[in-house]
């Protein structure tokens, strides 16, 4: 289906498999991004605080910072081999979040998830990177990229359905059986590893510099997630809390952020190609600021908050799905080693955010964090626009 997007420039396994990639990446997506909208639901579930749930979270984005490992261990396995890993420790890690009796055990399942969800992110991203020239990845990437949205918009929207009729380790299951039932469609499409280029001594030739200001692009990926997430670990105890939501309506949120997300996605790719990868990331930062500075603002009133949430979901999914492709080329002749550095950055983000956040939210609502976001999202641009001074991608 998304393949008949695509002109026959595109590669023959682009457009046959982009679909599927899609699909799994969907299944992949939710599970992983179930636990912020339902923080507050999980929590009550286990006897613990909310902030008890954020050091959870914060404990298994830590472990983000293995990403520039794992993706130089996909640049040398291949794709086939990362999206199988990825898939069955996502498979692996929500089942033991359903099946979690504590905080601790909570952090190793959401640890196993990330870890899973990373390898297979990688894994695509390593995909991409064989089929595709660097200069048209956005377009590739933006369509693929349509998981992220349609994990919020149909797979979390669903799991919380799922928990509103049950009880949110049900939600997890269902989940569960999603990846498990994508995961036997598409690995047996991957096509098998392509060799990389050797050495003289017969090693793979892999580089192992970033280009010329490419620190400041892993800075600008550091400061838009910890923006993002923010408001990601606390918008559903904020509708819960000041405006008695039950699962089912965060459900029905979540369904419109996804919604938000979908455009983004879709602008990526349609835009970000044109545009060039820094100036559109840079766009998305910005257009967080001010969202999140009205959420700030008028967080009380409940049409307006959740219409600047949404601003600030669709302006972060434009610019992080942008990344996507600058990643890739970080490192030159090593992509997914360069989208593992950005990844890396990203999860760090997140963990450095998700007790500060959860924290601040319990003693003063929404109002700080969202404030947060706004100044977090301002470095971003100011990180990418001064990484694209002499540079047109």
Avoid at 2 to 26: H, I, M, N
Avoid at 110 to 132: E, K, R
Avoid at 139 to 155: D, H
Avoid at 289 to 318: M, R, T
Wanted: aromatic fraction near 8%.
């Amino acid at each position: 289906m998304l393949g008949r997007v695509l002109d026959d420039s595109y590669s023959p396994e682009v457009r046959r498999d982009l679909t599927a990639f899609a699909a799994a990446r969907t299944s992949s997506n939710a599970c992983y991004r179930f636990v912020a909208p339902f923080i507050a639901t999980i929590a009550r579930g286990l006897h613990v605080s909310l902030a008890d749930i954020g050091l959870a979270i914060a404990i298994s984005e830590l472990f983000g910072l293995a990403s520039p490992l794992i993706g130089r261990m996909v640049d040398l396995l291949g794709a086939r081999r990362a999206v199988a890993a990825g898939l069955g420790a996502v498979l692996a890690g929500t089942c033991l979040a359903a099946a979690t009796q504590g905080v601790a055990m909570l952090a190793v399942a959401l640890v196993i998830l990330g870890q899973g969800n990373s390898t297979f992110y990688l894994g695509v991203g390593s995909w991409i990177a064989m089929h595709v020239p660097y200069e048209r990845r956005g377009r590739v990437t933006g369509l693929i990229e349509v998981s992220w949205a349609f994990g919020l918009l149909i797979g979390v929207s669903t799991m919380g359905l799922v928990t509103a009729a049950t009880n949110w380790r049900i939600g997890y299951l269902s989940g569960a059986a999603a990846v498990a039932i994508m995961g036997i469609v598409v690995i047996g499409r991957i096509d098998p590893p392509v060799p990389l280029p050797r050495a003289t001594d017969g090693s793979p030739r892999l580089h192992g510099r970033l280009v010329r200001r490419g620190w400041l692009v892993l800075v600008a990926g550091f400061a838009m997630t910890a923006a993002s997430h923010s408001l990601f670990v606390t918008f559903g105890s904020w509708l819960e809390d000041e405006f008695g939501f039950t699962p089912a309506g965060i459900s029905a949120v979540s369904f419109f952020l996804g919604a938000a997300e979908l455009v983004a996605t879709l602008s990526v790719a349609r835009f970000t190609d044109i545009w060039g990868k820094r100036r559109s990331m840079a766009t998305g930062a910005a257009l967080m600021i001010p969202a999140s500075a009205g959420l700030a603002l008028w967080h009380h009133q409940l049409v307006i908050g959740v219409i600047f949430l949404a601003i600030a979901v669709l302006g972060f999914e434009f610019a992080v799905v942008s990344g996507i492709s600058l990643g890739t080329g970080l490192v030159p002749g090593a992509p997914a080693r360069g989208l593992g550095l950005l990844i890396g950055v990203d999860t760090v983000g997140r963990a450095v955010m998700s007790v500060p956040a959860t924290r601040l939210y319990s003693r003063y609502g929404i109002g700080w964090p969202a404030a947060i976001c706004a100044m977090l999202a301002l470095i971003s641009v100011v990180a990418i626009t001064l990484s694209a001074r002499g540079r047109e991608a």
